[in-house]
């Protein structure tokens, strides 16, 4: 199975710049496709082109371990990379959870201090509607007993004393009445005789 590279990654793997790559390509020394408007080589046959020939099997497996090595510390760069990054984003969620937690504390405070001082205002008004329902009973009391007894007094003596004076203003004011009456009552009181048996 043939493995293709980009021709970027092939250049930094090898070491070489894309000049002298697309020299080799051109000389047909590396095997290469194109696909979407990208160049890909194939990396096995590729590195082999790159590295000297030898007779010493030890320089061929050293340049594959030196490859492989490369790679396996690239990748051990890039875990760490994201990994920091993971751990500085999970820095700023803790401080902005933090934050809003603070916040919403805080709140929940200044609520629970707002709710205090609305139950003793309620507290205060409850007790002063008490004492005003008190006060007002009172003076409902006070006053159905100041008008019972003026009702007593109207309708005892004073109503009497009432009726004599309006009778003896209205005789004083009509004699001639007075007198008419008195007339009236007599000769009401004025029985003829009977008459006796002839």
């Not at 409850?126 to 007894?149: A, G």
């Amino acid at each position: 199975m043939q493995a293709y590279l980009e021709l970027d990654e092939f250049c930094k793997l090898v070491h070489l710049n894309e000049d002298v790559v697309k020299s080799m390509m051109a000389n047909n020394t590396l095997n290469f496709k194109e696909e979407d408007g990208k160049i890909y080589i194939e990396a096995h046959q590729g590195t082999f082109s790159v590295v000297p020939s030898s007779k010493d099997k030890t320089s061929v497996v050293s340049s594959m371990s030196l490859a492989g090595e490369s790679f396996v510390e690239k990748t051990i760069g890039t875990i760490l990379n994201l990994h920091e990054k993971v751990l500085d984003a999970k820095d700023e969620t803790l401080d902005a959870l933090k934050g809003e937690n603070k916040f919403l504390k805080d709140a929940l405070y200044s609520m629970q201090e707002l709710y205090d001082e609305d139950r003793k205002v309620i507290d205060s008004l409850n007790s002063q509607l008490k004492h005003t329902m008190e006060e007002l009973e009172f003076m409902k009391r006070k006053y159905k007993l100041m008008w019972n007894k003026a009702v007593d007094n109207f309708t005892g003596t004073a109503a009497l004393k009432a009726v004599e004076n309006a009778t003896l203003n209205a005789g004083a004011s009509n004699p001639t009445n007075s007198n008419q009456s008195t007339t009236s009552e007599n000769k009401t009181n004025i029985q003829p005789e009977p008459k006796g048996e002839v």
